[in-house]
T-cell receptor
Framework: DAKTTQPNSMESNEEEPVHLPCNHS???????IHWYRQLPSQGPEYVIH?????VNNRMASLAIAEDRKSSTLILHRATLRDAAVYYC????WGGGFKTIFGAGTRLFVKA | DGGITQSPKYLFRKEGQNVTLSCEQN?????MYWYRQDPGQGLRLIYY???????QKGDIAEGYSVSREKKESFPLTVTSAQKNPTAFYLC???????????????FGPGTRLTVL
């Protein structure tokens, strides 16, 4: 399984944009990039996913590098409720059940 | 509302006792999963099941057992053979053949197990 690398933690001010990076230099052509987040003492929840093109939804935006070796999750205006651990995950288009969650990036949001 | 329920939220057991964690889903999902999370760590896959009466070991299955007698239920037993069972346990479910595009696992609220 291709691995991802994320910073251990990041800090942001409330109401400011946050850019969470993820490196996946061994990504294969059939791997989708997924992001989940885990609020304290809860299970992870889906945030966004993409393959090659940048993606937007109501929660966040996903910017994917042209060579697909890295991606960035963008929270446009951080709120205190966005403080969580964010996981960047690769999944093969064919599915499969072994989803590898690394340690993720813990986002701290300051008021 | 559709979702996944896990009970209890907190569980305390004495060392050497087996304990069973409950997981129920009403999302009509075929696939179900159990993960373990230790403080500051990511999730590690214990077992997963694609269909009733069938399940496969994940990365850390030793000391755990599961059953899948009903589509909506996937209980996990932490046996006395598990060397360090104190952890946060998460159950999840998903559709069976996710095409890769928006493969989404739905997670329960978790059970925090403490072995004294």
């Amino acid at each position: 399984d291709a691995k991802t690398t994320q910073p251990n933690s990041m800090e942001s001010n409330e109401e400011e944009p946050v850019h969470l990076p993820c490196n996946h230099s061994t990504i294969s052509g059939t791997d989708y990039i997924h992001w989940y987040r885990q609020l304290p003492s809860q299970g992870p929840e889906y945030v966004i996913h993409g393959l090659t093109s940048n993606v937007n939804n109501r929660m966040a935006s996903l910017a994917i590098a042209e060579d697909r070796k890295s991606s960035t999750l963008i929270l446009h205006r951080a709120t205190l409720r966005d403080a969580a651990v964010y996981y960047c995950i690769l999944r093969d288009w064919g599915g499969g059940f072994k989803t590898i969650f690394g340690a993720g990036t813990r986002l701290f949001v300051k008021a | 509302d559709g979702g996944i329920t896990q009970s209890p939220k907190y569980l305390f057991r004495k060392e050497g006792q087996n304990v069973t964690l409950s997981c129920e889903q009403n999302l009509n999902h075929d696939a179900m999963y159990w993960y373990r999370q230790d403080p500051g760590q990511g999730l590690r896959l214990i077992y997963y099941s694609q269909i009733v009466n069938d399940f496969q070991k994940g990365d850390i299955a030793e000391g755990y057992s599961v059953s899948r007698e009903k589509k909506e239920s996937f209980p996990l037993t932490v046996t006395s053979a598990q060397k360090n069972p104190t952890a946060f346990y998460l159950c999840a479910s998903s559709t069976l053949w996710a095409s890769g595009s928006r493969f989404e696992q739905f997670f329960g609220p978790g059970t925090r197990l403490t072995v004294l």
